[in-house]
C-alpha cells in the first residue's frame, strides 16, 4: 500500500505548492500595481508641473512678442532654449516666421513638424514623444497662445515647448529601479510563503495522521466488545428461561444492529490500515474470470430477491497476480451496489473487457436509478451515500467505494463512472497485474 501513502504525502505536498502559488501570484499582482501607480504618480506629478510652467510661460511670451510686433523689432535667437531648455517660435497670421528661440537641434526638426501639422494645442499643453531611437526618446511638451495687440486683434501665434526627455527618462529609470526592489521583494515573498505555507500543512498533515491513528485504534479497539456483545446475546437466545417473544425480538434486534456495528468497524479498520500502510498484499496468480464467475453465482441469490437477472459476459481464462481476496472484495462492493439501487426486475452485467499488456479491464453495469453528475464527483469520499435513506434501509455505511477505490489504487489501477438519471450507472476499473 506504498501508493496510498505516496498519493497522501503528494496532496499535502500540492497544496503547499498550490497555496505558494497562489500567494506569490497574489504578491506578483500587488507589486505590478504598485509598480504602475508610482510610475504613473511620478509621471502626473512631472507632467502637471512642467504644463503648469509652459502655460505661464506662453502667455509671458506672447505678450513680450505682441509688444516687439507693434515696434517692429524681432529679436531671433536661442538664449531661451539655454536657460530653460525652453524654446518657442512666432507666426504671423500668414504663417511666415517672425521671431524665436531656437529648439536644441536634434529634436528641432521634429518640432518644427509637430507645428505644421496643426497638432500643439492652444491654451492647453500636449506631451509629443518620437521613438525614432527606442533608447532615447525624444519627449517633447508645448503649447500654444495666440499673439495679440491690446485692442483683441489677433496678429500671429506662438509655439512654445520644451524638451523634457532627461525627465522622462529619469522616470523610466526610477521605474526600472522599483522593478528590481520589487523582483527582489518577490523571491523573498515566495519564500517566505513556501515557509508558512509549509507550516500550515504540516500542522494540517499532523493533525490528519493522528486523526486516522485514532481511528485504526478505535476501529481495533471496538472489535473485541462487539465480538463479546454478540456472544452474549446469541446465549440470551439459546437460554431456555428466555421465553418472553417480546425479550427474543429484542435480543434479535439487537444482534441485527451488532452485526451492521461490526461490519463498519471492519470497513473502518481496513481503510485505516490500508491509509497507514499496514495492510499488506497477498500476492499471487489467479484467474480472474473464473472469479467473476465465482461471484455471480454468490450474489445471484441476493439479485433473486428483487427479481434481477446478474448477466455475465466473460468467457476464457486471463491470468492476473495481484490479491484475489482484495478483488473479489473490490467486485463484490461494485456488484452489491448494482442491486441495491436497481429496480425490482432490473439487469446487472458483470464484463471482462479485456487484457493489454499487464492491465486488465472489467466493468458493472446496472439499469437503476442512476447518479447525477454532482454526486459522482464526491462518490468515492467516505461517507458519503448518493441516497442516505435507501442506504440505510439497506444496511449500508458509506464506505464501500471508498474501499473499493483503495484497492484499485493498491493495483496500480483506476476506476471511473458513468452514469444518467434513471437509466442506470457503469463502474469501470483497470488493474495492474503485478510482475
Excluded at 500587488?30 to 502667455?59: D, G, K, N, R, Y
Excluded at 500643439?120 to 495666440?146: G, R
Aim: glycine share 8%; proline share 2%.
Amino acid at each position: 500500500m506504498k501508493q496510498n501513502s505516496t498519493n497522501t504525502k503528494g496532496v499535502f505536498s500540492r497544496s503547499r505548492m498550490r497555496l505558494t502559488a497562489i500567494y506569490s501570484l497574489l504578491m506578483f499582482g500587488l507589486f505590478i500595481i504598485i509598480i504602475f501607480l508610482a510610475h504613473q504618480t511620478m509621471e502626473w506629478a512631472v507632467t502637471s508641473e512642467q504644463a503648469h510652467e509652459l502655460s505661464e510661460m506662453v502667455h509671458s511670451v506672447s505678450e513680450t512678442e505682441s509688444a516687439l510686433t507693434l515696434n517692429g523689432v524681432y529679436i531671433g535667437g536661442d538664449d531661451l532654449g539655454k536657460r530653460e531648455r525652453m524654446f518657442f517660435y512666432t507666426y504671423d497670421k500668414s504663417g511666415k516666421l517672425q521671431n524665436y528661440s531656437r529648439a536644441p537641434e536634434r529634436i528641432e526638426n521634429d518640432v518644427l513638424e509637430v507645428i505644421k501639422a496643426g497638432e500643439v494645442p492652444v491654451e492647453d499643453v500636449a506631451v509629443f514623444v518620437q521613438k525614432q531611437d527606442e533608447e532615447k526618446p525624444k519627449v517633447l511638451m508645448m503649447t500654444a497662445c495666440d499673439v495679440r495687440l491690446a485692442t483683441g486683434e489677433k496678429i500671429g501665434m506662438v509655439y512654445l515647448g520644451k524638451d523634457v526627455s532627461a525627465l522622462y527618462k529619469g522616470i523610466r529609470k526610477a521605474a526600472y529601479f522599483y522593478g528590481g526592489i520589487s523582483f527582489i521583494a518577490l523571491l523573498a515573498a515566495i519564500i517566505l510563503g513556501h515557509i508558512v505555507s509549509g507550516r500550515i500543512v504540516g500542522t494540517m498533515q499532523q493533525a490528519y495522521y493522528r486523526q486516522r491513528q485514532f481511528t485504526a485504534d478505535a476501529s481495533h479497539e471496538l472489535r473485541t466488545p462487539l465480538s463479546v456483545i454478540m456472544a452474549s446475546a446469541d446465549l440470551l437466545l439459546n437460554d431456555p428461561a428466555i421465553e418472553s417473544p417480546f425479550l427474543k425480538q429484542v435480543v434479535l434486534d439487537l444482534k441485527d444492529e451488532v452485526k451492521k456495528m461490526s461490519a463498519l468497524v471492519g470497513s473502518l479498520l481496513q481503510i485505516a490500515r490500508s491509509d497507514n500502510n499496514a495492510e499488506k498484499l497477498n500476492i499471487h496468480e489467479f484467474d480472474i474470470i473464473a472469479l467473476m464467475e465465482q461471484l455471480s453465482r454468490k450474489m445471484q441469490p441476493l439479485a433473486e430477491k428483487k427479481d434481477i437477472t446478474i448477466t455475465l459476459n466473460a468467457v476464457g481464462e486471463a491470468t492476473c497476480k495481484g490479491d484475489e481476496q482484495k478483488i473479489q472484495q473490490l467486485m463484490l462492493i461494485l456488484v452489491d451496489n448494482a442491486i441495491k439501487y436497481t429496480h425490482n426486475g432490473g439487469e446487472v452485467t458483470m464484463s471482462f473487457d479485456g487484457k493489454k499488456g499487464n492491465n486488465l479491464y472489467f466493468s458493472v453495469r446496472d439499469n437503476g436509478i442512476g447518479i447525477s453528475h454532482e454526486d459522482i464527483k464526491k462518490l468515492f469520499e467516505r461517507f458519503f451515500r448518493v441516497d442516505k435513506a435507501r442506504s440505510r434501509a439497506m444496511g449500508g455505511n458509506g464506505l464501500g467505494l471508498a474501499i473499493a477505490k483503495s484497492i484499485v489504487e493498491a493495483h496500480n489501477g483506476r476506476i471511473d463512472v458513468e452514469s444518467e438519471l434513471g437509466k442506470g450507472t457503469i463502474f469501470k476499473v483497470s488493474i495492474r497485474s503485478f510482475k
